[in-house]
């Protein structure tokens, strides 16, 4: 297993993403005054969502890179780490989104537990992210295996996704996994260096210029939607190695290690905080609008901790019983 040195420039790619879904995108459900937006304006914020999500599919290929499979050992401790890392948190998560009545049945609950939510016909909003990147997970031993032959993972990634395809045709399924997946391969297959900073200031204007283009021009349709899913990718990493100065360090290190908690547990804490905050519209409880950025920030200190005091009892459990080894 290999170690890469962690790319901050990244790391604000993943902030910038997180800040958006978390702080406006899905905040605004939840606002006293919430921001009417026409169905253009609501369609092109949508877009821009779905290329945020992009980004983060192709951030999460991209940090398993380091990660090698060479052997049985190696697959089963890559799934170890998975399941107590990141697939306990998202149980937790999906418990508090089942008592606070974010999931509408027993059976969704059942499927997202069981990763399979994400092929439903109406799944679970947010958390079938989530669910996607752990059937994501469940294959990339198979594509990033350590094959004799380097190109046998493009096949092996390639039939995968031709097996979706036809699963989600045949059974008429939710078919955004089909248009994350190459971006996640994408992520597995091109290493990111420093150095890419070099060819950056361009890259980033002109990949600004195209996705702004393609937000406007491209009609909503599949094969388009994948094209721009890839663009908004590439926009927001350029555009991060191009801001990122060393004076942002802290508080990108600080969003981007919260991360993960926010994306899983901003519902819940808007949800909380609405009733808390007390201020009821047309019969339902809302954030007053003064309100909104201390309850963002809320959210990310609470995800941090959350984070934090997860890792400090996961490192004291595996010193003891040795299971991430």
Not at 34 to 42: H, K, N, R, T, V
Not at 163 to 175: A, E, G, N, T, Y
Not at 281 to 286: P, T, V
């Amino acid at each position: 297993m290999g170690t890469n040195p962690r790319i901050h420039e990244l790391d604000l790619a993943r902030s910038i993403c997180i800040i958006w879904i978390v702080g406006f995108f899905h905040l605004n459900n939840y606002l006293s005054s919430s921001l009417y937006f026409s169905d253009a304006s609501y369609l092109y914020l949508s877009r821009i969502s779905i290329a945020v999500l992009a980004c983060f599919t192709f951030l999460s290929g991209t940090l398993l890179r380091k990660y090698s499979f060479c052997n049985s050992k190696d697959v089963l401790s890559f799934f170890k780490k998975r399941f107590f890392r990141a697939y306990l948190l998202y149980v937790i998560a999906c418990m508090l989104f089942w008592k606070l009545g974010l999931v509408a049945s027993r059976g969704s609950l059942v499927k997202l537990l069981l990763c399979v939510n994400v092929f439903d016909r109406n799944p679970v909003q947010t958390l079938w992210y989530i669910n996607m990147l752990f059937v994501f997970y469940a294959v990339t031993p198979l594509i990033d295996y350590s094959w004799k032959k380097p190109h046998v993972k493009y096949i092996v990634a390639v039939l995968l996704w031709l097996v979706l395809i036809s699963v989600c045709h045949l059974f008429r399924l939710d078919q955004r996994v089909l248009y994350y997946f190459p971006v996640y391969c994408l992520g597995l297959f091109l290493e990111l260096k420093p150095s890419f900073i070099n060819k950056v200031p361009f890259l980033a204007l002109g990949s600004v210029a195209v996705f702004a283009l393609c937000l406007w021009m491209l009609p909503d349709t599949g094969p388009s939607m994948f094209l721009f899913e890839i663009l908004g990718a590439v926009c927001f990493i350029s555009i991060s190695f191009w801001l990122y100065r060393p004076a942002m360090k802290p508080i990108v290190s600080f969003v981007a290690y919260a991360s993960m908690c926010a994306y899983l547990f901003h519902r819940p804490c808007y949800s909380v905080f609405r009733h808390l905050l007390g201020y009821v519209e047309d019969g339902r409880a809302f954030i007053p609008l003064v309100w909104a950025p201390l309850t963002v920030i809320a959210v990310f200190v609470i995800s941090y901790f959350i984070q934090f005091f997860y890792d400090k009892a996961l490192v004291r459990l595996d010193s003891k019983l040795k299971f991430l080894s």
